[in-house]
């Protein structure tokens, strides 16, 4: 999970806006993103598109992975 602090997506990815396991979850220390003369990256970034590949990689494995 992200903290968020400060990112302009935050609203929209899943690693902000999912609900924390109850008994255990990973969290970046620091929000995992750039800000640059170029504009905004984020390698993390976990959006709709994230969201179609890891269903198709939960396929292709033929497991259910959690979500």
Do not use: V
């Not at 690693?15 to 750039?34: I, M």
């Not at 993390?44 to 259910?64: F, R």
């Amino acid at each position: 999970m992200c903290p968020g602090i400060d990112c302009p997506l935050k609203s929209a990815c899943k690693r902000y806006t999912q609900k924390p396991h109850e008994f255990w979850q990973s969290y970046f220390l620091e929000p995992p993103f750039n800000i640059n003369e170029s504009g905004f990256s984020c390698d993390m970034y976990w959006g709709e598109n994230a969201e179609a590949i890891w269903k198709q990689l939960n396929d292709i494995m033929g497991i259910s992975l959690p979500e």
